[in-house]
């Protein structure tokens, strides 16, 4: 057997695809067009992985942004309507009316919900036709007419939509880490692309939700190319686990302090883009004070929300500085190569990243748990089940974090379960 013979066995050698008489020396010319799985990546409806995706509750929008003048959305590869009635109901609508086709965009909302601007069709917040003024008696047979809507809900400064199938809407979640507010206390929402960078990032979604469970980028993305851009004390070789949950995978860093006590850092994804990563200047101990989601706006843009909870006399999280002091709004085109952060090395990944070329090694078990568990849950939702993290129980309790910065005696089991600022 050759030695081309027996690359071809092993799987090393040219492919088919390849050009005859390639010599596999490692350059870059010949080598096969590289391909993203459509499982982990695609949004749309009657996608597998957007089904998946539907059977949750995503955030569409700040509160704010829901105001008597209708306001564009697009999640989920879908275009829709923002509004809010003049009783104070968020509504969420297909822009295109049903009636001849011109869009809500343009529409005036009234007390009982958006009329179109064309023929002066009213649609409620739940998408049924109240009035149609050029029909006889405004509307004999308006109640067989509905325009495409979707329910949404109010949670602490957001809009959250569910955007499946009628029969199959789980109970909206709520989160321990927001319960029980505090006189002193408030929630805001951050909307900056993870620890800097602007809201929305132009490439999918799934590459920026896997890298909270790649906790090894920190001491070179955050500390040996861009400078130390958290707590030094992240500079610290940890010992690093993932573990796998029903709801999702966590990871946990222990860090041996000079005062004998252990860092015990824990960053959490739950299925499907719900990500909690403890801030990394520490200024927060114990249980973390917020979470985000990643949200797919279609297969190559993604939004990231974030909810805190702090006291009132407390900035909600410092954006981390590079060169001269300055943060990722401040830097010029050569700042961003100098002091590239996760918003670079994300977006630098491509629209969508190409999987197929990837080559993942021991630091990335995490990354890969992560992709496995979603795959599965994919193939769930195909065969007719329920994913994970879904409940049908109006008295479910809220979902409880595990997500924190605990600071333990060596070999301690027990965590702090309320969040602490620390002055730094």
């Known amino acids: 057997m050759t030695e081309t013979q027996a690359r071809a066995a092993a799987g090393t050698g040219p492919t088919s695809s390849e050009p005859a008489g390639r010599i596999d020396d490692g350059r870059a010319y010949g080598r096969p067009a590289g391909q993203w799985n459509p499982n982990l990546v695609e949004t749309a409806?009657?996608?597998?992985a957007g089904e998946l995706l539907r059977r949750y509750w995503h955030p569409v929008a700040l509160s704010a942004e829901a105001t008597s003048l209708p306001r564009n959305v697009r999640i989920l590869g879908e275009d829709l309507v923002l509004f809010r009635d003049g009783r104070g109901r968020p509504g969420l609508v297909e822009p295109r009316c049903?009636?001849?086709g011109t869009t809500l965009y343009f529409g005036r909302v009234e007390d009982d919900g958006i009329r179109c601007p064309y023929h002066g069709w009213l649609f409620a917040v739940?998408?049924?036709?109240l009035d149609q003024p050029c029909e006889p008696d405004r509307g004999r047979n308006r109640a067989s007419y509905r325009q495409p809507w979707y329910p949404v809900r109010e949670y602490n400064g957001l809009i959250f939509a569910y955007m499946g199938p009628a029969d199959r809407q789980p109970t909206f979640p709520r989160y321990d880490i927001f319960e029980g507010l505090r006189d002193d206390e408030e929630i805001v929402i951050i909307d900056h692309f993870a620890f800097g960078g602007p809201a929305e990032a132009p490439c999918n979604w799934f590459q920026t939700h896997e890298n909270a469970m790649d906790p090894y980028h920190v001491f070179i993305l955050h500390n040996?190319?861009?400078g130390h851009?958290?707590?030094?004390?992240l500079e610290i070789w940890p010992r690093v686990d993932w573990q796998r949950h029903g709801w999702g995978v966590t990871a946990s860093q222990d860090r041996d302090l000079p005062d004998g006590t252990v860092l015990h850092r824990v960053t959490e994804i739950r299925v499907p883009t719900i990500r909690a990563?403890?801030?990394p200047t520490l200024t927060v101990l114990g249980k973390t004070n917020n979470m985000s989601w990643a949200v797919p706006i279609d297969d190559t843009r993604t939004k990231v929300l974030a909810m805190v909870r702090k006291p009132k006399d407390r900035i909600a999280q410092g954006l981390p500085v590079y060169a001269d002091g300055k943060n990722w709004f401040e830097l010029d085109e050569e700042g961003h190569q100098r002091y590239p952060g996760?918003?670079?090395?994300?977006?630098?990944q491509g629209p969508i990243t190409l999987h197929s070329t990837e080559q993942l090694a021991s630091s990335d078990r995490g990354v890969s748990m992560v992709r496995r568990q979603f795959l599965e849950q994919v193939q769930v939702v195909a065969d007719g089940g329920d994913p994970v993290g879904v409940s049908f129980d109006p008295d479910e309790a809220p979902v409880s974090l595990r997500a924190g910065n605990y600071v333990v005696a060596p070999g301690a089991q027990t965590l702090a379960t309320e969040y602490t600022f620390v002055d730094q």
Do not use: L
Request: with cysteine; aromatic share 6%; net charge negative.
């Open 342 to 348: 996760d918003y670079e090395t994300q977006v630098g």
């Open 45 to 48: 409806a009657g996608t597998p």
């Open 224 to 226: 040996a190319i861009s």
């Open 126 to 129: 739940d998408g049924t036709c």
């Open 229 to 233: 851009q958290f707590d030094p004390k």
């Open 98 to 100: 049903c009636h001849r």
């Open 277 to 279: 990563i403890p801030t």
